[in-house]
């Protein structure tokens, strides 16, 4: 190693991430993910387990290209009693063509003596051969050692002994799996100590899960204690409580802690933006409050704050947001005092003067809407079209005058097949003129979105880029179940880098829908400068 | 301190948890989530701050009885320049009755000298002064030290003399607090270590955020220096990351580190039933991940770890689930095998032979459902209905042949009043016989509803006790927008403490309302063992 401060990162979402409950990468996916993991400079990218399932084998059959990122294919030791020439995994592995291979064996006795049922030397032996000849056909080879730190508290020599046997074999990384979660930061820290007197920690990995909420931590103990690298996947995906989240480990590492990655601070910037990419692939929403990156992150609520953040904002913020691509944002909220409403004013580009009498009025309506239910949190365009209407004027570009959906589904005869049908019929005005048309679509929404459209476009082209990207539902009120409250959250696009995010709320999704849709449409026209059309 | 190992809990859910994005509590919801907490066996719960607004006030006009919880008030030290007696901030927490007092207080000089504007030397004379004062008053005075790890790290001895003025003056406990979120494990060891050799750590509490992700960490790290306080929230609540999570942090303490709470064995075990009741009142969705008490925490997908767990749950499982109140579960998905299938069958209490041919069948049709985007993650109703038609007879209870939907608004001439109308049309056949019914509702959904029930509850009384708990609705194809596909998960109960989730999938959202909807009704009926009527 010729620098110590140097810190490698290993990305396991496309193998361990994949665990996750509810995810279920597409060989796309995978691919989408290495490229955006690669441009971040993450050192080392797990495409898979090649012959474990369909997909893996159609990822290593066109593998990705990767500009700086080695790509890693993850498989097991060979099997008790064959040698590693012989074993159908190992040559499965090596015939990917990938130059780095990572393989699991156990390091814990209990798990040798019960799981497999083999002899604790074969165990050893199977480790050496297997390291040894895929670094051998491959290049660079790896050892997970899996539940190392229970077996190391069960029985030190053996894990150790697990371990030497891959190192002297020729494992550029010995990487040691907290593989169940269990282990606290204090133990991470003593046995690593232990461990690095006998490998270098410049040839240790650390690969922990989150199951006591300590996997970052657990992460940062270890490269304290000398290890160099982190095993880890992008949002904290994995099975059960998930893995170390990476995404919340780079900026402790650089930062704080003042190591290097493959990460340039530039490319630090991106950080906010490779978490969100994978939500939308996954289609979650964001986690609000994870660290650095969640919308929350640098959210400010309590008045008092605000007014400090106002004055300097390292009263209450840990590091500069832009660090890592975040932004600093203020909520409005029923606590939202005036404070909080100017700044909030600033930051959509509203340049008021804070002793007007319509920002009072404008704070007494927000709370009235705020207390029966809705919430302009995350729905800033339709903030900002409710507080342009009430400061100054918004053109009626239309005016609705009615709709009515009726949806249909009737089976036929043989219960084999179903007839659906959906239709909007749409009334409305632009300016004195009234326009009627009606439309089908594959659901209510729909329906009633291609209506709209097919009014407003003709007299408003400057919609015809307006798209829209995410389409959220919350029930407030589940106890009502059925018969609740909705908000209807939609996120629309322009197709030239624009987002904007509004807000509906009824206990009719058709009609909460609908308030969205219209302030999409809206807001799209507003900040476009386009004037309303007279109708004529 | 009697004994060195007790850890007291100090909740602030009703506080600093009050600050969360999206999070608005009533005062009943304060008084319900106290008296979980009471029962829970925390130590102390940080009811609000009176004065601050009026649900507070609420709150302490009429505070709840608590059986062995204290109930405790927060608040500001005195203000510049006036006396603790004349301080009308300080004599609205005493006024309010409560027994234990807890004022925050700069300890950074930073803030001090550019926040506060005053001398350093007054800023200690706030301090001492209204603990003296506090603690006379009312009995017992904690002190928030705000900032105290940045501003340790600016002016240790500034920061040390603010906590021993709290000290001296009489605060029962001195708690350290990491207002901006940003101090790493290893810092809080090291800090706390010296804070130790002035104040007796039985005296000493922690305070953290969880900007870094290591809130749970550094509370933890505390702890293990001598501190025997630590404040936090249910499930980590709070502004921007939130604040410690006590439910990650009770069973690490209790179970893995040896410390005692105010918590007993027993009452561990109600920790997963604590963290959703509060989610439900919040009506947040569970996070599945959660360290302990998430629906994955205990959840294994991977066909190898499945048939290991089958063998010794230690393999792959750090405690026992039930020591917090949780479940191992099965994940059905894409990667599951024939033994994650067995397994499900029998966490359902379906008893069938794994080599029975129909087991194929039903694999294949389940890979064939979640590829077309089903998902049976926590939709074990609906799970065990589907299984159950494959592996021996449902009862056929109904048969839909149509239903419409008409959802209509229409704004009267001045746009000052909508009308709306739902309305839904249902045909179905109980046996031979064939039943219409037409129904209202707000909404389609609702409507829809209300039309089944209308037909099916003369015939079927036993589904007159079903309701609706929580209705979700989630877009799959997030891209698709209002054309996307739909999936609705229902959750109902019986009012006899058994509760089933079902799902339903469509581009159209009243048609996978429908499907849930349909699950729901035929699981209670089956359940209850309810025979098929003739129609007749």
Not at 34 to 51: H, N, Q, S, T
Not at 60 to 82: D, H, I, Q
Request: proline share 3%; net charge negative; glycine share 8%.
């Amino acid at each position: 190693m010729t620098n110590d401060n140097r810190v490698y990162l290993y990305d396991s979402t496309l193998r361990d991430g994949a665990q996750t409950q509810g995810v279920d990468f597409s060989a796309a996916d995978k691919v989408a993910i290495a490229i955006e993991l690669d441009r971040l400079g993450i050192d080392y990218v797990e495409g898979g387990w090649p012959g474990a399932n369909p997909t893996d084998d159609d990822f290593f059959a066109n593998p990705p290209k990767l500009e700086t990122a080695v790509l890693s294919a993850f498989g097991m030791t060979r099997r008790p009693g064959r040698s590693a020439d012989n074993d159908p995994g190992l040559s499965g592995l090596v015939n990917t063509g990938v130059k780095t291979i990572t393989l699991v064996g156990k390091s814990w006795d209990f798990q040798v003596d019960v799981a497999l049922e083999i002899e604790r030397s074969e165990n050893v032996a199977m480790i050496a051969d297997s390291i040894a000849y895929v670094k051998d056909k491959a290049g660079e080879a790896m050892f997970d050692a899996e539940h190392f730190f229970d077996g190391y508290k069960a029985n030190p020599e053996f894990a150790l002994e697990c371990c030497k046997a891959a190192y002297e074999a020729g494992a550029r990384w010995i990487v040691m799996c907290d593989t169940n979660g269990g282990t606290l930061p204090d133990e991470i820290e003593a046995i690593v100590g232990e461990v690095t007197k006998h490998i270098p920690g410049s040839h240790l990995g650390i690969h922990c899960h989150d199951d006591t909420g300590n996997a970052v931590a657990n992460s940062l103990a270890a490269v304290r204690m000398g290890v160099r690298q982190i095993q880890g996947t992008l949002n904290g995906l994995g099975e059960r409580c998930g893995n170390a989240n990476l995404i919340s480990i780079l900026p402790s590492l650089m930062l704080k802690m003042g190591f290097e990655t493959g990460v340039s601070k530039e490319g630090l910037k991106r950080l906010v933006t490779v978490s969100r990419l994978l939500d939308e692939r996954l289609n979650r929403a964001p986690a609000r409050n994870a660290a650095y990156v969640g919308e929350s992150a640098f959210a400010h609520k309590g008045g008092l704050h605000v007014s400090a953040i106002e004055k300097d904002p390292s009263c209450y913020e840990h590091v500069n947001p832009e660090s890592v691509g975040n932004k600093r944002t203020i909520i409005m909220s029923n606590q939202a005092g005036r404070s909080n409403l100017v700044a909030k004013f600033r930051e959509v580009g509203l340049d008021v003067d804070p002793k007007d009498a319509k920002v009072n009025v404008l704070l007494d309506k927000i709370k009235e809407l705020e207390s029966s239910g809705y919430s302009y949190d995350g729905a800033d365009a339709s903030f900002e079209l409710l507080a342009r209407r009430h400061l100054e004027a918004v053109p009626e570009y239309f005016r609705l005058e009615s709709f009515r959906v009726i949806d249909e589904r009737v089976w036929d005869k043989r219960h084999a097949h179903v007839n659906q049908m959906s239709e909007t019929t749409v009334k409305l005005f632009i300016g004195d003129k009234r326009i009627m048309d009606v439309a089908e679509g594959n659901g209510p929404v729909n329906a009633l979105d291609a209506a709209l459209r097919k009014i407003l476009i003709p007299v408003y082209p400057d919609l015809e880029s307006l798209h829209l990207v995410d389409f959220k539902v919350r029930i407030l009120d589940g106890d009502q179940a059925t018969g609740a409250i909705t908000r209807v959250m939609i996120e629309s696009a322009d197709g030239q880098g624009n987002t904007w995010t509004t807000v509906g709320m009824s206990s009719n999704i058709i009609d909460a829908s609908y308030e969205a849709l219209r302030d999409s449409l809206i807001y799209k026209l507003y900040k476009s400068g386009v004037k309303a059309h007279g109708g004529n």
